[in-house]
């Protein structure tokens, strides 16, 4: 249901764009959230998006440095990642819920297939 593309290996300061698509149906209804789960760590919040409204949400590790938009016209959901570190070495997804808010991952249902994203020092 999620169809995840983008990522890969970029340097300190670097950027990166992550895309999410999905059907209209899920992309009008439900909050599209992107995560991440670095090695060893445990899954995180990163940004999310709500269509009804245009509310976006980051968590502070991002805040400043990603934006979450969305590509109306093509149901997609993207990460712009900018003066990317070390630190965001992680495999993100995106996912898809009916949730407040951002909510947490446990209130999200459908998930994409993962992309590793890579920041090299």
């Known amino acids: 249901q999620l169809v995840q593309s983008g990522g890969g290996l970029v340097q300190t300061g670097g950027s990166l764009t992550l895309s999410c698509a999905t059907s209209a149906r899920i992309f009008s209804s439900y909050t599209m959230g992107w995560f991440r789960q670095a090695p060893g760590k445990e899954r995180e919040f990163v940004a999310a998006y709500k269509w009804r409204g245009g509310a976006t949400y980051y968590a502070r590790s991002a805040a400043g440095r990603f934006t979450v938009s969305a590509d109306n016209a093509k149901n997609t959901v993207i990460l712009q990642m900018n003066n990317m570190t070390p630190e965001d070495t992680a495999v993100y997804y995106c996912?898809?819920?009916?949730?407040?808010?951002?909510?947490?991952?446990?209130?999200?249902?459908?998930w994409g297939q993962g992309t590793q994203v890579t920041v090299s020092s």
């Open positions: 996912a898809a819920g009916d949730v407040l808010g951002r909510g947490t991952e446990y209130e999200y249902d459908y």
